[in-house]
Nanobody, 120 residues
Framework: VQLQASGGGSVQAGGSLRLSCAASRLTVSYYSMGWFRRAPGKEREFVGR???????VYADSVKGRFAISRDNAKNTVYLQMNNLKPEDTAVYYCAAGGITSSGRYEVNYWGQGTQVTVSS
């Protein structure tokens, strides 16, 4: 299984980026696909996820600015990031997993990260 994240880069505050996560040997529509990020000196944190049914959940810090979508034909998941802030600077990771019986998002597969840098 391979999750290939791409699309990171450097932007100014207020700008936009779209990250892509292309999957190999895994069908993205069969999983709850998530995005996480790790800022310098901080622990990895949940950004959002899209369920098999297409529903989305986001962290409060990105709600209203970020949007996750999925293209089943391309077997790819996207993270559209708008109105970026310097505090969004991090390495972003995509993940494939599912929801446990207790409602927790459990990751089965991690992709490699892509760097996003937002300057003020």
């Amino acid at each position: 299984v391979q999750l290939q994240a791409s699309g990171g880069g450097s932007v100014q505050a207020g700008g936009s980026l779209r990250l892509s996560c292309a999957a190999s040997r895994l069908t993205v529509s069969y999983y709850s696909m998530g995005w996480f990020r790790r800022a310098p000196g901080k622990e990895r944190e949940f950004v959002g996820r899209i369920s098999r049914g297409g529903g989305t959940v986001y962290a409060d810090s990105v709600k209203g600015r970020f949007a996750i979508s999925r293209d089943n034909a391309k077997n790819t998941v996207y993270l559209q990031m708008n109105n970026l802030k310097p505090e969004d600077t991090a390495v972003y990771y995509c993940a494939a997993g599912g929801i446990t019986s207790s409602g927790r998002y459990e990751v089965n597969y991690w992709g490699q990260g892509t760097q996003v840098t937002v300057s003020s």
